[in-house]
């Protein structure tokens, strides 16, 4: 019977045609094995599935409707995407960070295992962290909708990605999985679920962890871990660290636009976080009013303290803050999450420009807290339905005024 389906008029079926018939199995193995009877309080985990691997065939039998291939799983896939770059160059950085603080680094295993070593090494400490995260997180996302009888969340796919890029390597597990559980249900499932949230679900995390075991997310040191030779565990200050403690960065523009600098896996590297726009903007996934106007609010915050120039901080070169901490990083997907950002495009540029704005402000007028970024976007997400509703007012209160103006013109 095997060689029946393989064979087609006496020639190898070709791969698509088989790797199709693959496909239509299982598509028919998803629709025979639908949970029904005593299993169908099963049902949000069988749709979350099936929708998953296929594209739903429901439509719309009346009414208008967009029809569209993209639904929200493909978008959030589209994100996971973007952050690939950003996440592989972490897990290099990882371990070339805890190879340069070594007095064992293997030079005589050449450039070339010098760097799968570190990746390798990278890969296996955030291992765990991406793990926890989705376990923790999408567990209670699974068990939030078969209580409900809802469908299963998709948002938790690109934040469980996010919440391991942006805390510390060095992150307990125990304390990981604290703060995913928060970021769930205090951050998104007591407020109706995915595009219910007013507050971005992974900064939530991180702010969880922060205000709960601050010496581990200050952001003064670097997050390296035993390494790979046997030494001990290092520490040693990140760029925000250094300008803080009223010192200048030890690192150049060059080494922090590209990323082997100490950091987040994820916020490192401006190239690899550049990358990742460009998918998204490509896609339309996220919004490039409000990555820009993040910058320039940035820009124009660090110009005026340039031209203020009362400290060795405030003399910084603007530009050096997009450089350092997670600046790029929240401005390419933290600002830009569709359900916690402004939805005009008016209030999209307010938006932007004041969350720059607040975090070169936050970092410069307040060394407590060397990141500013993570703040800026929570202090924003909670501002964004206000600068709506400003906007959408004032639309309506010029609208009325103009169709006054032409209703008198009529009557004349």
Request: net charge positive; with cysteine; proline share 5%.
């Amino acid at each position: 019977m095997n060689g029946k389906r393989r064979k087609k008029n006496g020639a190898a079926q070709p791969l698509m045609e088989r790797s199709e018939f693959k496909l239509n199995r299982l598509a028919k193995w998803f629709e025979t094995h639908q949970p029904k009877g005593k299993w169908a309080w099963l049902g949000s985990t069988y749709e979350a599935f099936q929708t998953f691997a296929f594209t739903p065939n429901r439509v719309t039998s009346k009414g208008a409707h967009i029809r569209d291939a993209v639904d929200l799983k493909r978008a959030m896939i589209t994100v996971v995407i973007a952050l690939i770059p950003a996440m592989l160059f972490g897990m290099w950085n990882i371990g070339y960070q805890t190879a340069l603080h070594s007095a064992a680094w293997p030079y005589e295993l050449g450039t070339a295992a010098c760097f799968w070593y570190c990746l390798w090494f990278g890969f296996l400490r955030m291992l765990p962290l991406l793990a926890v995260s989705y376990i923790v997180g999408l567990g209670i996302e699974f068990a939030f909708a078969q209580i409900r009888h809802h469908q299963v969340n998709e948002g938790f796919l690109v934040t469980g990605f996010l919440i391991p890029m942006i805390v510390p390597v060095t992150t307990p597990l125990w304390q990981l999985a604290l703060a995913t559980a928060f970021a769930v249900i205090i951050g998104k499932e007591v407020f109706g679920g995915t595009g219910m949230n007013f507050l971005n679900p992974a900064l939530v995390a991180r702010a969880f962890l922060f205000f709960s075991y601050p010496t581990r997310m200050s952001g003064d040191n670097v997050w390296i871990a035993n390494d790979l030779w046997g030494t001990d565990a290092i520490a040693g200050a990140t760029p925000l660290a250094e300008l803080a403690a009223g010192m200048q960065p030890s690192a150049s523009a060059l080494d922090m636009f590209i990323g082997i600098i100490p950091g987040a896996t994820g916020e490192t590297s401006v190239i690899a976080i550049l990358l990742g726009a460009a998918l998204l903007l490509v896609t339309g996934i996220a919004s490039w009013r409000i990555m820009l106007s993040v910058v320039l609010g940035g820009g124009l915050i660090g110009l005026l303290f340039n031209a203020i120039g009362a400290n060795d901080y405030m003399q910084l070169p603007f530009y050096y803050h997009y450089l350092m901490g997670g600046f790029m990083f929240g401005a390419v997907f933290m600002a830009t999450d569709p359900v916690t950002a402004a939805q005009t495009n008016i209030g999209k540029w307010i938006y932007g420009l004041l969350i720059g704005a607040f975090a070169v402000m936050l970092r410069v007028l307040n060394p407590a807290y060397p990141e500013g970024m993570m703040l800026s976007i929570l202090l924003m997400n909670c501002f964004a339905p206000l600068i709506d509703h400003c906007v959408i007012a004032r639309n309506i209160k010029r609208r009325q005024k103009r169709a006054m103006v032409q209703s008198k013109v009529t009557t004349r």
